[in-house]
């Protein structure tokens, strides 16, 4: 994949010549890390130096990008087609949510048959999902991107803690699978843990992309993100006083179902008033 992406970014070099500089800098970057990933599998060193190379290929990973378009003319790219890919690739990885409910829900049913427990597992991973899913998709990226050009490499960025705290939920979700089939060293606060803490980061993750693109923030933002972070803390809680993992996971799907109905009722109002100042402002 890497090859063919370098391939393509010599392409542009050759038949846009008024950006070739900024496709260079994405093919030689490009090209670079991954001649580094590479000899880092292959090179046989210690754990210290290799987190040091990882931590050396990320840099150049993410500063390719940022030389290109900000210090090498930077290249044309269409606000509504960068804001759907990166929604495309948020479904694809919530399928991941999927996969770990299915796998908790099996755990239930091995161990238990169909009962309260597997109903409320069921619940939880599938309205888990389906919330985090419902909660990237009210702001409305393209048209702010379209609005705020030069806010795009902070939303591309931070769209890396989107993807991986969408994994690390379902990651989460296998987590408590394997202690409901007691295959699991992990105490029942120690498991909701795993999924509640990347539930947190992934809404914090999708507000600060809303916040990017708008500078704007209200009472009733710091009001649901509050409220969102009193109900992940609960779970914990509520695991901690020995409540059952299932009963807990339910909760935990309760902190996007509140940002849902925060913005139905009230939030929808407040991104079009934010929306239309960022249009005001371009029309200006």
């Not at 991973?125 to 419902?134: A, I, K, N, P």
């Not at 807990?248 to 109002?269: D, I, N, R, W």
Request: hydrophobic fraction near 55%; charged fraction near 10%.
């Amino acid at each position: 994949m890497r090859v063919a992406m370098v391939i393509q970014w010599l392409r542009a070099a050759r038949q846009d010549p008024d950006r070739r500089a900024a496709c260079l800098t994405y093919a030689v970057t490009v090209t670079v890390a991954q001649v580094g990933w590479v000899a880092i599998a292959l090179v046989n060193t210690s754990v210290g130096v290799t987190f040091g190379l990882f931590a050396l290929m990320i840099g150049i990973e993410v500063t390719g990008p940022l030389l290109a378009e900000k210090r090498m003319g930077g290249t044309r790219w269409h606000a509504h087609h960068i804001a759907e890919r990166n929604g495309l690739l948020t479904i694809i990885a919530l399928g991941e949510g999927v996969v770990g409910t299915v796998a908790s829900l099996s755990a239930v049913v091995a161990e238990q048959g169909w009962s309260t427990d597997a109903v409320l597992v069921a619940v939880a991973g599938t309205g888990l999902t389906f919330g985090m899913w419902w909660i990237y998709f009210v702001v409305p990226a393209a048209h702010l991107l379209h609005a705020h050009r030069e806010r795009s490499i902070g939303y591309g960025y931070l769209h890396i803690a989107v993807f991986g705290s969408i994994v690390a939920t379902g990651a989460g979700l296998h987590v408590a699978a394997d202690f409901i089939e007691h295959r699991s060293a992990l105490t029942s606060a120690a498991t909701v843990v795993a999924v509640a803490v990347p539930v947190g980061v992934y809404i914090g993750s999708v507000f600060g992309t809303y916040l990017l693109l708008t500078r704007s923030w209200d009472g009733f933002y710091v009001a649901v993100v509050v409220t969102t972070l009193t109900v992940l803390g609960s779970a914990i809680g509520l695991a901690s006083t020995g409540i059952s993992t299932p009963l807990c996971l339910l909760v935990v799907t309760a902190a996007p179902a509140v940002v849902v109905c925060g913005f139905e009722f009230l939030g929808h109002q407040r991104t079009a008033d934010a929306l239309a100042r960022s249009r005001g402002a371009v029309h200006h």
